[in-house]
């Protein structure tokens, strides 16, 4: 019996090799904008239905239009404000449907990574060449409309299967080589990059996408009020920038137009975002830099580090 996922090793927080971001950063900070596609009459999925009403699901549909419409912009020119590049979690088929709003981010050098196509098209119940076919539509949708490479990836509606981390890792290889296809945000595990298997053997790594701090469930699941969410970020925050004296830590706040911008949510967040861009040695970046840098950087002395401590055994 499978005891665990089997992605990654397990690998104690305490005594790893030390991580150094650039200019000595104790955090590596980033954003994630999901800046989604619901569809209002979806595809059935027989495990999930997209919308808890029957259709027309007009008032679940309607919020998240209006994250396109009005939240996004919110967003945007408040991440402006404080020197922030979004890492946008895209599902794809927005470059069809808003191609205004992906020439925006374009503008402000932002990142794109794969969140599927639509929201509201699941990972369950697909076949794995079906799973295939769909990361391969979503990666080659980003680098048709933005010329970017798309080097990170989250199931959309985190509906992860046994199968999407060595798919992403293949798909991303065939199309562009090693530069394409090389983290995953769906693991939610550690507070640092960890290094993950794939049947493949390509270099593979997750970065922490934080579920804690995601405004979806803080909202939504958690029901905290703005003024708790941005205690809690601020929070978190302090403790990553505390351990990131002994070794770098990473911070995320992922975040949808349609929940964290809504008027009476933006101040808390705004503080927020002024509070961590505040302190001098935080590395203000994106999920693709920081993954880059700790392949490049971190990586093979993590791959040893875990051996070691597994009793020889190795990625």
Request: glycine share 8%.
């Amino acid at each position: 019996m499978q005891t665990d996922p089997g992605y990654y090793d397990y690998w104690p927080y305490d005594k790893r090799p030390k991580i150094t971001w650039p200019n000595g950063a104790k955090v590596a900070f980033w954003v994630t904008p999901n800046i989604e596609f619901y569809e209002l009459e979806a595809p059935a999925n027989p495990s999930r239905k997209a919308w808890p009403q029957p259709y027309p699901a007009i008032a679940g549909y309607g919020i998240r239009d209006y994250g396109n419409r009005v939240g996004h912009m919110r967003q945007m020119q408040l991440l402006d404000k404080y020197g922030v590049r979004g890492s946008v979690s895209l599902s794809t088929a927005l470059c069809d449907h808003h191609p205004e709003i992906i020439r925006l981010c374009q503008e402000r050098d932002w990142e794109f990574f794969s969140h599927g196509i639509y929201n509201t098209r699941y990972t369950y119940g697909m076949s794995e060449e079906q799973e295939r076919e769909m990361i391969r539509d979503s990666i080659e949708s980003i680098y048709k409309h933005t010329g970017q490479k798309c080097a990170g990836y989250l199931a959309p509606a985190l509906s992860h299967s046994d199968h999407t981390v060595d798919l992403f890792a293949e798909v991303g290889t065939e199309l562009f080589g090693d530069e394409a296809g090389f983290y995953t945000c769906d693991l939610f595990h550690d507070d640092q990059p960890t290094p993950i298997h794939t049947r493949s053997g390509k270099k593979f790594v997750s970065i922490p996408y934080s579920l804690e701090m995601n405004d979806t469930i803080a909202y939504v699941s958690n029901k905290v009020t703005p003024r708790q969410y941005g205690k809690m970020i601020k929070a978190n925050f302090d403790r990553l920038y505390q351990e990131g004296e002994e070794s770098g830590t990473i911070m995320c706040i992922p975040t949808h137009n349609y929940q964290v911008s809504c008027p009476h949510r933006l101040k808390a967040y705004e503080e927020a975002l002024e509070y961590i861009t505040g302190h001098s040695d935080v590395w203000v970046t994106t999920g693709r830099e920081i993954a880059s840098y700790y392949m490049q950087n971190c990586y093979e002395q993590s791959v040893a580090d875990i051996a070691a401590k597994q009793g020889g055994k190795s990625l």
